[in-house]
């Protein structure tokens, strides 16, 4: 593996022995210095020739490997070398690095073999990773519309009704996880929409952390038709392009176009205490009203008993984020933030 050290725009090196022509093997990890906390970052892998590659540094990037490293483009692992560097940006700002030269031996053994297939550009790579993510979610609304043929079906029979009463309370729960995948889903799909420049456009993501107290079902027929509500809106969230809100088992929509003329993103780096701790953060731009604040937390492989984050004393110019620790003390939780609004 490659460990590369960033220091503001220095980079060091610690690179094992390369042989060419490896394809998902030879992996890089990055640790960055505290500059470079809120920005968006992206290594380039290039051979003396050639284009530069990009690697969008995202886990959810399929060249992403695991432990915070990230699969090499095979492309460039080629004799005698190949260069990587980085760049960040954040709002107008962007920082970029030096270039490191990577030494690759000689290799062999891949003489007379098919041609491997090549590593997707930027583009690609988001497109690709919000491809799964949505096939994944129709799943979800797949299995969601068959508690309605349940219902139908079980209603036969006064005895087979009480039965499916009890399976109902149960399919709502999953109905309720539905729901947050498909949210889940599209605050993906905008964020990454958002940092693609061929886009050349701004998305906004409102989405809402919610919790569904499922009550003892009264009738097979009325879980079922929560059940089916919560379907049809998360279908029409994914489809129109809409923001979706669960009160009580009843779906509004929201056109969502409206937030997007301003839209303000970043991340902070916050160290857990056991118990809670807070930490103010301003936005880029000021707002003429107060905006809609969605985050999502991206946490080290520790094991940690609980971590929940929420938004709140959120104005014009910046919002608190409040975090709650039940586990380890002292770990780093990177919180990733949009504000969308006028």
Same mark, same amino acid.
């Given at each position: 593996?490659?460990?590369?050290?960033?220091?503001?725009?220095?980079?060091?090196?610690?690179?094992?022995?390369?042989?060419?022509?490896?394809?998902?093997?030879?992996?890089?990890?990055?640790?960055?210095?505290?500059?470079?906390?809120?920005?968006?970052?992206?290594?380039?892998?290039?051979?003396?020739?050639?284009?530069?590659?990009?690697?969008?540094?995202?886990?959810?990037?399929?060249?992403?490997?695991?432990?915070?490293?990230?699969?090499?483009?095979?492309?460039?692992?080629?004799?005698?070398?190949?260069?990587?560097?980085?760049?960040?940006?954040?709002?107008?700002?962007?920082?970029?690095?030096?270039?490191?030269?990577?030494?690759?031996?000689?290799?062999?053994?891949?003489?007379?073999?098919?041609?491997?297939?090549?590593?997707?550009?930027?583009?690609?790579?988001?497109?690709?990773?919000?491809?799964?993510?949505?096939?994944?979610?129709?799943?979800?609304?797949?299995? *969601?519309? @068959?508690?309605? !043929?349940?219902?139908? +079906? $079980?209603? %036969?029979?006064?005895?087979?009704? =009480?039965? &499916?009463?009890? /399976? *109902?309370? @149960?399919?709502? !729960?999953?109905?309720? +996880? $539905?729901? %947050?995948?498909?949210?889940?889903? =599209?605050? &993906?799909?905008? /964020?990454?929409?958002?940092?693609?420049?061929?886009?050349? +456009?701004?998305?906004?993501?409102?989405?809402?952390?919610?919790?569904?107290?499922?009550?003892?079902?009264?009738?097979?027929?009325?879980?079922?038709?929560?059940?089916?509500?919560?379907?049809?809106?998360?279908?029409?969230?994914?489809?129109?392009?809409?923001?979706?809100?669960?009160?009580?088992?009843?779906?509004?929509?929201?056109?969502?176009?409206?937030?997007?003329?301003?839209?303000?993103?970043?991340?902070?780096?916050?160290?857990?205490?056991?118990?809670?701790?807070?930490?103010?953060?301003?936005?880029?731009?000021?707002?003429?009203?107060?905006?809609?604040?969605?985050?999502?937390?991206?946490?080290?492989?520790?094991?940690?008993?609980?971590?929940?984050?929420?938004?709140?004393?959120?104005?014009?110019?910046?919002?608190?984020?409040?975090?709650?620790?039940?586990?380890?003390?002292?770990?780093?939780?990177?919180?990733?933030?949009?504000?969308?609004?006028?």
């Amino acid at each position: 593996m490659i460990l590369v050290e960033v220091n503001g725009q220095s980079l060091f090196v610690k690179k094992p022995v390369i042989a060419e022509e490896s394809v998902k093997y030879l992996k890089a990890s990055f640790s960055f210095s505290k500059d470079w906390d809120g920005y968006s970052k992206v290594a380039f892998f290039k051979t003396e020739d050639g284009e530069p590659l990009k690697v969008i540094l995202d886990e959810s990037n399929d060249l992403y490997a695991g432990d915070g490293a990230y699969f090499v483009p095979q492309e460039v692992i080629v004799f005698p070398h190949f260069y990587v560097s980085l760049s960040g940006s954040k709002g107008d700002s962007k920082i970029t690095t030096e270039s490191i030269k990577i030494d690759v031996k000689e290799s062999g053994a891949s003489d007379g073999q098919e041609p491997n297939e090549p590593t997707l550009d930027a583009f690609s790579q988001i497109t690709q990773m919000c491809t799964d993510a949505m096939n994944e979610a129709r799943q979800m609304s797949e299995k *969601a519309e @068959a508690v309605e !043929l349940a219902k139908n +079906e $079980s209603a %036969e029979s006064s005895e087979s009704a =009480k039965q &499916f009463a009890s /399976e *109902a309370k @149960a399919s709502s !729960l999953s109905a309720s +996880e $539905s729901e %947050e995948a498909c949210l889940e889903v =599209k605050t &993906f799909v905008e /964020e990454k929409t958002q940092e693609n420049a061929v886009y050349n +456009e701004a998305c906004s993501e409102n989405a809402l952390q919610t919790s569904t107290d499922v009550k003892t079902c009264e009738s097979a027929t009325l879980a079922c038709t929560e059940a089916k509500n919560q379907t049809e809106a998360a279908k029409l969230a994914l489809e129109e392009g809409v923001e979706w809100v669960f009160e009580g088992g009843n779906a509004e929509t929201v056109d969502i176009k409206a937030l997007l003329p301003t839209i303000d993103k970043g991340n902070v780096l916050i160290y857990s205490e056991t118990g809670e701790t807070n930490k103010r953060v301003r936005f880029n731009k000021t707002f003429k009203k107060t905006p809609v604040v969605t985050i999502s937390k991206s946490i080290p492989s520790i094991k940690i008993q609980k971590v929940d984050i929420t938004v709140k004393e959120i104005s014009t110019t910046g919002f608190t984020v409040s975090l709650y620790s039940g586990g380890e003390s002292n770990i780093p939780i990177t919180v990733n933030w949009i504000a969308a609004g006028e």
